[in-house]
Every structure is written in C-alpha cells, then in structure tokens.
C-alpha cells in the first residue's frame, strides 16, 4: 500500500471515528441519562454508567484525532504507521465500545474486554514513537 493510499484509508476512518464520538458524546449529554433511568438501575448505577459511557466517549475522540493526526505525518515507514494506525482503531473499538456495550446493554462482562483496548492503545503509542527511528522502506 502507498503512503497516499493508506493517508486516504486513515484519513476516512478518522472521520468516522470522530463522528460517532461526536454523535455519542451529545448522546450521552442530552438522552442517555433518561434512557438508563428507563431501564430501572438504581440511581448509584446511572451515575456510574454515565461516567463509564463518557470515558469511552473521550477516549474515542482523542484517539480519532491521534488517526487523523498519524493520516498528516510524513514518516520514512509506512509499516510502522500502519501498525500504529490498526492499533489505535483496534484500541476504540476495545476500549470505548465495549464501554458503550456495557453502559447501553447492562452487560457487565463487557469491562473484561476494555483492557484489550487500552493494551492496543499503549502498543500504538509506542509505534509512534518508533515511528522516528524507523528506516526508510515501504
């Protein structure tokens, strides 16, 4: 895959990523509260709820703008941005949807998976970072 090809496929994940951040994130402002009282939680359970759902929410944005940051970077490794960019995806989809899934389910069994998401993000990060030490190659 090219640099072009893959700051394109960055570059479309990105946004999406960061529209569904956006559109949860007024979700959880303006009805998710209401919603989880209809399910008949006790109030301690929202609470808890709302702040979990909005962890995944800032999350899920940050690392939208990390992809679209990696999509502007030019590096001599297009491996090495590639692998950052799958992880950091792989870390919203881990991290924060199982968050959303957890909160908006009641599935508690989901928290078991959030860690995953966060290893991926870690792992991502230190892509980055080997990002300036990489080689030239394609």
């Known amino acids: 895959m090219s640099e072009k090809a893959l700051q394109t496929q960055i570059l479309l994940i990105a946004g999406l990523s960061g529209a569904v951040a956006v559109l949860l994130g007024a979700f959880s402002a303006h009805g998710l509260e209401s919603y989880l009282i209809s399910t008949g939680i006790s109030a301690d359970t929202v609470t808890k709820r709302l702040t979990q759902f ?28 590639r ?9 919203c989809f881990f991290f924060s949807g199982s968050l959303y899934a957890l909160v908006l389910l009641e599935r508690t069994f989901m928290g078991a ?22 080689p030239a190659k394609s």
Do not use: D
């Not at 970077?73 to 491996?79: D, L, T």
């Open 54 to 81: 909005e962890t995944g929410v800032r999350y899920h944005l940050f690392h939208s703008v990390v992809m679209l940051t990696l999509a502007a970077i030019p590096v001599p490794c297009i491996q090495a941005k």
């Open 83 to 91: 692998n950052a960019f799958r992880l950091i995806a792989l870390g």
């Open 113 to 134: 998976i959030t860690p995953i998401g966060g290893v991926c993000w870690i792992i991502g990060w230190i892509w980055i970072a080997r990002m300036g030490r990489s």
